[in-house]
């Protein structure tokens, strides 16, 4: 006895689920690229700018992550 059974994907081609992956990739990269930029641009400033700024160091990891990823 032989069973035969085909299975298909309810919604997009792959291609366009590829299309969908690269995408999430680059929104990523970019996000990635905006938070160590802006990591290192508040690293670079001294204390006396950053408390002209209402920061301390400890805070510039936060503030860059909301930076780059907060929606």
Do not use: C, P, W
Not at 23 to 45: G, N
């Amino acid at each position: 006895m032989t069973v035969h059974t085909e299975t298909f994907f309810a919604g997009t081609s792959l291609s366009e689920r590829f299309a969908s992956f690269r995408a999430q990739l680059a929104d990523k990269a970019a996000k990635r690229r905006v938070y160590h930029q802006t990591l290192s641009e508040l690293e670079s400033l001294s204390n006396r700018d950053l408390a002209d700024l209402g920061m301390s160091r400890s805070m510039i990891q936060s503030v860059a992550y909301e930076a780059a990823y907060a929606e």
